[in-house]
């Protein structure tokens, strides 16, 4: 049986002078970028249309689209994992043509290897990269501290509940000490109440990460609760039709669902999402709001 609870760090309890500031110095610069694929047929296809993006060092930006916008395809972009066919994309002032070790990517999927135990996980990428054993084991156990899971790291992946395994994969994700997390719809499969959890748990590991973070996701309030700002694409070929900042003060938490601001921004992305011919607009829902 899965283990339903993670004894957690406190959540809420940072002090307001660790909040994590966005420096003016762009992690990533994204310059008239555009993707391309070929079918089968030798038919193009055109996924992303003239992207242009600069996001700040420590910042965190929320993207939400239509599905089949592209927003997938863009971090996998961004992460190295596939070419772009036009434009620039520069991370920490270097251009990305395949996985790097400091950028991190999150999927929707937790994706452990079963026979493998949590903190053996946690070491892959460390192992893969040939980093030093002793400090990557110290990193990864203040990793697992850091997500609640310092008292799991010997149960194996089907021991956990979704949202434990989800934890696993953001300090797996971190154990390289990147500078950019790249996350796609990380909690797209959970449930509402554990997914809200996620969302207030990785508020808290971004503020003492102080890593660049960059999140897809299919929920409107999730966006708007997570991001420093939240990027806006049009449906197919994707384009950013909008950027909007979210003036909401930091840390968030479950009283800021409440708050007007909170909610004329989720309502005015919805509407914007609509008017842009979304037949299938990102969810109202997903665990907040």
Known sequence: MAL?????????????DRTQKATTKPAIQISHLDKIFLTVRNERVHA????SLSVAEREFVTI???SGCGKSTLLKIMAGLLPLTSGDLRVVGAPVSRPRR?????????VLLPWRTVLENV???????????????????????????????????????GGMQQRAAISRGLVCDPAILLMDE????????????????????????????????????EAVFLGDRVVVM????????????VP??????????????????????????????????????????
Do not use: C
């Not at 339903?4 to 307001?16: D, V």
């Open 4 to 16: 339903e609870t993670a004894r957690l760090a406190e959540p809420l309890s940072i002090p307001e």
């Open 48 to 51: 992303l249309s003239d992207i």
């Open 64 to 66: 939400v689209g239509p």
């Open 102 to 110: 400091d950028i991190g990517v999150v999927f929707q999927s937790p």
């Open 123 to 161: 070491l892959l990428p460390a192992e893969v990269q040939g980093l030093p054993q002793a400090t990557s084991l110290a990193r990864a156990r203040d990793l697992l501290k850091m997500v609640g899971l310092a008292d799991f790291e010997n149960k194996y992946p089907g021991e956990l509940s």
């Open 186 to 221: 990380p909690f797209g499969a959970l449930d509402a109440m554990t997914r809200e959890q996620m969302n207030l748990d990785l508020q808290r590991i971004w503020r003492e990460s102080g890593k660049t973070i960059i999140l897809i996701t299919h929920s409107i309030p």
């Open 234 to 245: 049009t449906p197919r070929p994707g384009r950013i039709a909008r950027i909007v900042d």
């Open 248 to 289: 909401l003060p930091r840390p968030r938490t479950l009283e800021t669902l409440g708050d007007a601001t909170f909610g004329r921004l989720s309502s005015d992305i919805r509407r914007l999402l609509y008017s842009l011919g979304d037949a299938e607009p990102a969810s109202e829902g997903g665990g907040l709001g």
